[in-house]
């Protein structure tokens, strides 16, 4: 065999390794975006399953409270006013937004709730009230967990060269759910 033949041999192996090799690259970094993808999509599943239960909750916890504390009626129409755009809300970002909203109006019929003793010994309230907590415990660990596979998600995405594959595929940086500026502020507790 020739010379030349034998480097115009050696250049096709070469083009072909370095084909196979970048079919390989652009293969697994999409699959991998694809499988991040959807484990963003499945942790978001798992917090709106959370925030639909302390939906399904507010109803009967602003009724229970509504028999009490008649004179409270702004701090009622708040927490109804939130959960109606929680309800309302289409995208992530909207859900999350509305949902801090719906956080912090329900802190405030917490703290109204203080100023009624007969209310906070109801038996009805009380079970509301463990309910609610164990969902906004439950909603916090879903967050993280969420929070978590969105930093994964986001870092795999704006990695090079991966980046550029993301960018021609349409992958998208995916949003945090992040606590609301009011969250940062102390409580104040209050005895009378």
């Known amino acids: 065999m020739s010379k030349g033949k034998m480097i115009l041999v050696g250049v096709l192996v070469g083009i072909l390794l370095l084909a196979i090799s970048l079919y390989g690259f652009f293969r697994g970094t999409y699959n991998q975006f694809v499988s991040l993808d959807e484990g963003v999509k499945s942790s978001w599943a798992q917090v ?9 909750l507010i109803p009967n916890l602003v009724e229970t409270v509504k028999g009490y504390a008649k004179q409270e009626k702004d701090v009622l129409v708040e927490v109804t006013n939130a959960r109606a755009k929680v309800g309302g809300a289409n995208t992530v970002p909207d859900k999350i937004n509305a949902n801090n909203e719906l956080s912090g109006a329900l802190s405030r019929l917490l703290v109204v709730v203080e100023k009624y003793p007969d209310l906070k010994s109801n038996q009805n309230f009380l079970r509301l009230q463990d309910e609610l907590a164990g969902t906004e415990n439950r909603i ?11 930093k994964v998600y986001n870092v795999a995405i704006r990695s090079f060269p991966a980046n550029i594959l993301a ?5 998208n940086k995916a949003a945090f759910f992040e606590a609301p500026a009011a969250a940062k502020a102390v409580p104040q507790v209050k005895f009378q």
Not at 48 to 56: A, K, S
């Open 167 to 171: 960018g021609m595929f349409g992958f």
């Open 48 to 56: 709106e399953n959370q925030l639909q239960r302390r939906f399904d």
């Open 140 to 150: 916090a660990v879903e967050r993280k967990r969420y929070n978590d596979t969105v």
